[in-house]
Structures are given as C-alpha cells and as structure tokens.
C-alpha cells in the first residue's frame, strides 16, 4: 500500500503462489491484468484495491480466484461488478443500496412507500378535481393537470422503486450489475427526470404568467388563451423529454448516465465525473438553478407589488392566506432544489461528500415539489375548499336520506303487519278462535306497494 505502484508485470507473482494476502491499495494503478494474478488464483484469500479506479478492469478478473473472500474497493459498485459471490466486500454500501437490498435501510423502504403513496393520491385527487370542475379557469386548469401529471410521475417512480426493491431483497449483490446497466433502469432514471424537468418548467412558467397579470398589468400584457396554454404545455413536455432522452441516446452504448446507482437517478454525487457529468450539471446547475432563481424572483416580485398596492389597508384574512402560499411556493422549491444544487457544487468542488446524502435527496428532497404541489396549487386554494365543504355536505344528505327512508320503510311495514287480517277460502274458524298467521314476505311487499298507490 502506497508505494506508488503503476503497473503489474505479468509473472511478479510466480515466485509466491502461495500468498493468501495481498494490498494493493492507494497505488496509482492504471490496470490489473489477470496474467499478472494467475499464479495466485488458487491460494488467495483476502485482496486490498481501496482508492484503485477498476472501470478498465476486466469484469471476470475475481472469477479465477477459488479461495477469496474478503475484497476492499474503492467504490461500492465495484463489489457488484466484480465480486458479487465474495463472504466480504467493502465498501459494503453506497447509502442507497446494500449487498443484500436495493434500499439498504428500512427508514429509506419506508420512506419510499409512503412519499410515492402520498405523490400519487394527490395528484390523482388533483387531477380527477380539476376535470371534474365545471366553473373552472379554464388556462390554470391546463396548467395545474399538466403540473398534476408531471408530478404523479414522480410518485410512479418512487412506486417502481420500492417494487424493484421487493425483486431484489436479500439478493441484491447478484443482480446489481444486470440491474443498472439495463435499459429498464435508464427508463426509470428517464421517468424521474422527465417528471422532475417539466414540474420546474411548468413552475417557471406559472410564475411568469402571474407575474405579468399581477405586476405589470399596465404594460399591455394581456391573460393567454386556453390555446395558447395548452400549445405552452405541449413544447414544455417536449423540452422536458428530449432533456431526458438525449444521455440515453449519446451515451446508448453506456447506460453509466442513470445506473449510477440502484435509483437510477443521474446526480453524480457520489461520482461526479462518471460519463455525462457535464451534462448533469447542466441540467442541475444550469436549468434547474435558472428556474429556482426565476421562480423566487417573480414570486417575490408579485408579493412586494401587491403590498405596495395594499399598505395604506390593514391586510385581509384573504391577503394574509395569499402572502403564506407565495411564501410557502418559493420556500418548497428552495427545499427541493437549494440542496441538490450545493451538494452539486460540492461535489464538483471534489469537497468529500457522505455517501448517505445521495438517498435522502432522492427520496426525501427530490419529491418534496411533487408532494406538495397539489397542495399549494389546489386544496389549499379557496374553490377547492368549497367544493370539498358542498362535497361532504352532500354525503352527509345523502346518508341522512337513505336512514330516514330505511327507517320509514321499516315503520309502515310494522304497521301494515299488525292491521291486515289474511282471509283463507273454503272451511274457516270463527274470528274468535282464528289464529293470524305470519304474513308472507311476497304479502308484505304487495301490502306496501298498494300503501304506497293510494
């Protein structure tokens, strides 16, 4: 170790077949071919390669060892890779997955079922809302179910996830390698980042239509169509989806981009110059961070506008609620965005970053937008409330309704029953010694039928 070795040569280890131990670590090794290991392959237990890059290395190299059982990697995958049958490998987590899971916490199995549960409800619940509303403007209705949509894909994402986890449990290291560099993975890297793109454009989007009514009305600038909207939504979804398909298609031989990990989310965190970190931080530091900026500048823009407009009055219940959802819009986008963006700097910065940060920004931070939208966008908003409010008074009227009919229909039963006589044809007993019998259930529906007609 740290002898400032660069290469093997072929036969350095014939002399010593024997060697059950060998450290390699922290040496500026460019390749380890398997010539120069053979001689060792029958007697070798334990190997060191920590902070050696083995991407060049041949992926059966482990294979011809019979007897290892302990390996020291630099990086995680590489015991997936390379050895994925050895009793230890270290590192033995990437903070995402485990040699055993692919979400190696149970916190992080928890958290991913219930953030995709809750994404996916509100957003259901969003969108079966806004398509079920008649006195709805019909230009923020286009732009929240297109928000709506985006979102839920989030929620499908995380719900994808948590299944793939089920898949793999307790089996993870045998099919990691399989698993991240398949085009099922990089769809699912593609899914999130599609869902992630078109909600910051759509937000962008949303903060400048506003602005531009709320501010700067006097400058001609008048509210869009429905078409123009709806052609709006169109070449955002566009946009969104070539962002996310371009890295699959440039680097197709390579699916490196988004199986950098089991989350198949292409942050470069952990690895920050791993194939296509120029455009992950594109896409992060460039795209993501212009609309995070353009989102707080408009919103902030907005609120001082209207308070300016308003500080001659007292401020109003309503302008109280409003002042808090334009606070509570730019400060989930900050949530979301603000520490994705500083951990990217930092990484980039090559400032050591702990492996566990990159599963709770996938799972807790990434989806907070998702997760909160529907609730800034619609239930928080004052039509929804009364929608919902005439909503559960109908159910309670209707509930109310069926009792009091059932109980109507139980009480002229009881009272028919007890005043009908039943007459039998042909030899009779006196009605002094006539016993009633039951009436039949046929009898009982004919006599409410014909209660009923008068």
């Known amino acids: 170790m740290y002898n400032r070795i660069t290469t093997i040569p072929s036969k350095l280890f014939n002399p010593i077949g ?29 190997l060191g390669v920590e902070g050696i890059d083995m991407d060049s290395v041949e992926k059966n190299l482990f294979n011809i060892f019979t007897k290892l059982q302990f390996v020291y990697f630099k990086k995680f995958h590489y015991c997936t890779t390379y050895a994925p049958n050895v009793k230890v490998c270290s590192p033995a987590t990437d903070g ?43 230009v923020l209705g286009i732009i929240i179910r297109n928000l709506a949509v985006s979102d839920l894909l989030m929620g499908l994402y995380l719900f994808i996830i948590g299944l793939e986890d089920i898949r793999f449990r307790n089996n993870y290291n045998q099919e990691a390698n399989a698993w991240i560099s398949s085009w099922s993975c990089t ?28 501010a700067a009305p006097l400058k001609g600038h008048r509210a869009i169509t429905s078409h123009t909207a709806a052609y709006s939504m169109i070449v955002v979804w566009v946009i969104g989806i070539t962002l996310a398909l371009l890295p699959a298609i ?12 089991g989350m198949c989310f292409p942050l470069h965190i952990d690895d920050p110059f791993l194939v296509g970190w120029e455009y992950s931080a594109f896409i992060f530091l460039g795209v993501n961070l212009l609309g995070l900026v353009t989102i707080g500048y408009v919103y902030t823009g907005m609120f001082v506008s209207i308070w300016r407009t308003r500080h001659a009055t007292p401020l109003s219940v309503v302008d109280s609620e409003f002042a808090l959802r334009f606070f509570l819009i730019v400060l989930t986008d900050s949530v979301c965005w603000a520490p994705i963006i500083v951990l990217k700097i930092l990484a980039l910065a090559e400032y050591p970053v ?41 159910r309670v009227r209707s509930i109310t309704s069926r009792k009091q009919s059932r109980s109507d229909f139980q009480t002229s039963s009881s009272y028919n029953n007890r005043n009908v006589t039943i007459s039998m044809p042909g030899s009779m ?19 409410n039928i014909m209660s009923k007609e008068k």
């Open 354 to 394: 702990a492996p566990d940060l990159h599963a709770w920004v996938v799972i807790f931070i990434l989806p907070v937008n998702s997760a909160v939208n529907p609730l800034l966008y619609t239930f928080t908003t004052p039509k929804f409330r009364e929608r919902l409010a005439e909503g559960w008074l109908e």
């Open 96 to 138: 995402v997955s485990s040699l055993s899971h692919l979400l190696g916490k149970p916190l992080l199995r928890i958290a991913v079922w219930s953030i995709s549960c809750v994404t996916c409800l509100g957003n259901v619940l969003v969108l079966w809302g806004r398509l079920t509303a008649k006195d709805e403007n019909r």
């Open 429 to 447: 007993k006196m009605p002094s010694e006539e016993k009633i019998s039951k009436p039949s259930l046929n009898e009982i529906l004919l006599i």
């Open 18 to 46: 024997n060697l059950s131990v060998l450290l390699l670590g922290y040496n500026p090794i460019e390749n380890l071919p398997a010539a120069s290991l053979s001689s060792l392959k029958t007697n070798l237990k334990s």
């Open 250 to 261: 440039h680097w197709r031989s390579s699916t490196r981009f988004y199986g950098l990990n």
């Open 187 to 214: 769809f699912l890297g593609m899914l999130a980042m599609i869902s992630s793109e078109v909600s910051v454009l759509i937000l962008s989007f949303m903060s400048v239509e506003r602005f531009m009514l709320i």
